[in-house]
């Protein structure tokens, strides 16, 4: 891997860390969540964050998006503590504010990848959920708690989880809310690769280099037809094929 450009994220008002920690190795961009005494619980703050981001012109025009966090955790899930707050109408707030975060990854024309150690929980297993790819080392632990506590995975990763591994599998995870290791999260296909432990990062940058140096229109069009034809009826995804190769080619000499 290349060069290691500083942090771009802008300092904190208030001086202090900031949330997310932005690097660029070439053209992939780095998103660090950075709240390890929280085991980078995803509070609001650090939801808003990564969307602040995401919408940089530096990670906005990156060719592939890694998503990590640290050695013990990529992510313990949603800020507990501010799940007291959350009123009806709190609720429907948030999922047009920073709630949206889970979405705008999962519709990022560039190619995700969650590259994960350590907790991966709740908000941040539906986070790494919303990446197009996960890889995971040994230390990785997976789990949606959140039915225990008397609610229910809803950032996206319900749905995600039904399509990526079938209701059966999805109840199974869902209503035990049990921890699994990255062992079992790559058996049943949610993770593309165990590395060895400490080593999830550097194997994400590969892959994501990999899929960074692709036509970015064809990997955009790409990841969209394939998210469009999980939810669609085949005759409708045939047609979305057709039509984004129509976009995507350029017979030499321009022909009609
Ligand atoms: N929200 C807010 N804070 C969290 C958090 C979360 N989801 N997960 C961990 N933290 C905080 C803890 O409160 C603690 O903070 P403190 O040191 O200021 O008290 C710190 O992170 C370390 O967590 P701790 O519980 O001491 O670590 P542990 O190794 O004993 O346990 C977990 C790790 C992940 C098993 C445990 O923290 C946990 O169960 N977290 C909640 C997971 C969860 O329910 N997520 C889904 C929420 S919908």
Same mark, same amino acid.
């Given at each position: 891997?290349?060069?290691? *450009?500083?942090v771009t994220?802008?300092?904190?008002?208030?001086?202090?860390? $900031?949330?997310?920690?932005v690097? %660029? %190795?070439?053209?992939?961009?780095?998103?660090q969540?950075?709240?390890?005494?929280?085991?980078?619980?995803l509070?609001?703050?650090?939801?808003?964050e990564?969307?602040? /981001?995401?919408?940089?012109?530096?990670?906005?025009?990156?060719?592939?998006?890694?998503?990590?966090?640290?050695?013990?955790? &990529?992510s313990?899930?949603?800020?507990?503590?501010?799940?007291?707050?959350?009123? =009806?109408?709190?609720?429907?707030?948030?999922?047009?504010? /920073?709630?949206?975060?889970?979405e705008t990854?999962a519709?990022?024309?560039? $190619?995700?990848?969650?590259a @994960?150690?350590?907790?991966?929980?709740?908000?941040?297993?539906?986070?790494?959920?919303?990446?197009?790819?996960r @890889?995971?080392?040994?230390?990785? #632990? &997976?789990?949606? $708690?959140?039915?225990?506590?008397?609610?229910?995975? /809803? #950032?996206?990763?319900?749905?995600?989880?039904?399509?990526?591994?079938g209701? *059966?599998? *999805?109840?199974?995870?869902?209503?035990?809310?049990?921890r &699994?290791?990255?062992?079992?999260? %790559?058996?049943?296909?949610?993770?593309?690769?165990?590395? =060895?432990?400490?080593?999830?990062l =550097?194997?994400?940058?590969?892959?994501? !280099?990999?899929?960074?140096?692709? =036509?970015?229109?064809?990997?955009?069009?790409?990841?969209a037809?394939?998210?469009?034809a999980?939810? /669609?009826?085949?005759? *409708?995804?045939?047609?979305?094929?057709q039509l !984004?190769?129509?976009?995507l080619?350029?017979?030499a000499?321009?022909?009609?």
């Amino acid at each position: 891997m290349t060069s290691t *450009a500083p942090v771009t994220a802008p300092a904190p008002a208030d001086g202090g860390e $900031p949330l997310v920690r932005v690097q %660029h %190795h070439g053209t992939v961009a780095v998103l660090q969540l950075n709240r390890p005494g929280k085991l980078n619980a995803l509070s609001t703050a650090l939801e808003q964050e990564l969307i602040g /981001s995401l919408r940089s012109p530096a990670v906005a025009g990156a060719a592939a998006i890694v998503f990590t966090g640290s050695a013990r955790a &990529f992510s313990a899930g949603a800020d507990t503590s501010e799940l007291p707050e959350m009123t =009806p109408e709190r609720i429907a707030a948030y999922y047009r504010g /920073s709630g949206s975060l889970y979405e705008t990854v999962a519709r990022l024309p560039q $190619p995700t990848v969650a590259a @994960i150690s350590g907790y991966c929980l709740g908000a941040g297993f539906e986070l790494a959920l919303a990446c197009d790819i996960r @890889i995971a080392d040994e230390t990785a #632990s &997976f789990g949606l $708690p959140e039915v225990g506590l008397g609610i229910l995975p /809803s #950032s996206g990763g319900l749905t995600r989880l039904v399509r990526a591994a079938g209701p *059966a599998i *999805a109840k199974e995870i869902i209503l035990f809310g049990e921890r &699994f290791t990255a062992a079992e999260a %790559h058996r049943l296909g949610l993770v593309r690769e165990v590395a =060895p432990a400490g080593e999830a990062l =550097p194997v994400a940058l590969e892959r994501a !280099a990999v899929l960074a140096g692709k =036509p970015a229109m064809a990997v955009a069009w790409t990841k969209a037809a394939i998210d469009t034809a999980a939810e /669609s009826s085949a005759s *409708a995804s045939l047609l979305i094929e057709q039509l !984004a190769y129509a976009a995507l080619n350029r017979p030499a000499g321009g022909g009609q």
